[in-house]
């Protein structure tokens, strides 16, 4: 299977504008990206994906770059327009805001899809702050490892342990946090995109949801990656400080 890597980056976001070229430690946000996803050994090529003509410069002395329409309402609506352009069996949608991700996880992700139309990821919840959290995403699965649900709720409600503190709620299930990586094969992700936004999907505002209610199977590997992003100013020197603490232990 051709699996190819894509790397949606845009300039215009409205809680950190130009992020993907903000300095981390001394290099470009999407460098860091760029470069940990090229350790990936299922990846046979990786693409940045834009609109932007300032993170197409910086993505090309690294990496292909594919140019897209600055109108797509999503990341994933602008990887399917690369796809199409694009001699593949499928495709791992990587995520341009997590400078240490792990390619452990993105081979993982491009492997389940040999048994599956479409593939995520998902590690134990342990920070009892994520529990309750909106913007970290919970997801349940089946016995097969294939997703039942996603949701900003904390999933499943655990009725005789709802009363006591959050430590031990995580104690007594294991709850899966839902890492925003995934990967389809090429005739998925396609026509995921024809499909117009979903009764769910508008509710809980995850894109995963619209699969779900059409009865497209997700597979979810289980990975330890607990997942780093850089949503606002504020997260950098969180990623500095991680990025130091690796280079010092190693």
């Not at 352009?85 to 997590?98: H, I, K, M, S, T």
């Not at 240490?100 to 998902?122: C, F, K, R």
């Not at 059409?214 to 289980?222: E, S, T």
Request: net charge negative; with cysteine; charged share 20%.
């Amino acid at each position: 299977m051709r699996v190819v890597g894509v790397i949606p980056a845009r300039y215009g976001s409205s809680r950190f504008p130009g992020k993907p070229l903000a300095l981390i430690a001394g290099k470009p946000l999407l460098q860091h990206v760029i470069q940990r996803c090229q350790l990936a050994k299922a990846l046979h090529e990786l693409i940045v994906a834009t609109d932007d003509e300032q993170i197409a410069k910086l993505a090309a002395r690294f990496c292909r770059v594919e140019m897209t329409s600055p109108t797509h309402p999503s990341g994933t609506d602008r990887i399917a327009e690369v796809v199409q352009r694009l001699d593949c069996d499928a495709v791992v949608n990587v995520q341009g805001d997590e400078p240490l991700m792990d390619p452990g996880v993105i081979d993982a992700v491009a492997a389940a899809l040999a048994q599956a139309p479409m593939s995520t990821a998902a590690t134990r919840l342990q920070d009892p702050a994520e529990y309750d959290n909106p913007n970290v995403v919970k997801v349940v699965v089946s016995a097969t490892g294939q997703a039942l649900y996603f949701s900003r709720r904390p999933i499943p409600y655990l009725r005789e342990a709802a009363t006591r503190p959050v430590v031990e709620q995580l104690a007594a299930f294991p709850f899966l946090k839902h890492l925003g990586i995934y990967g389809y094969r090429r005739s998925t992700l396609l026509q995921l995109v024809q499909w117009p936004v979903s009764a769910l999907e508008q509710a809980e505002k995850l894109e995963q949801l619209r699969a779900l209610e059409h009865g497209l199977p997700i597979a979810v590997v289980q990975v330890d990656y607990q997942g780093i992003g850089v949503d606002v100013p504020e997260d950098v020197e969180r990623v500095e400080r991680l990025l130091n603490a690796g280079q010092a232990s190693g």
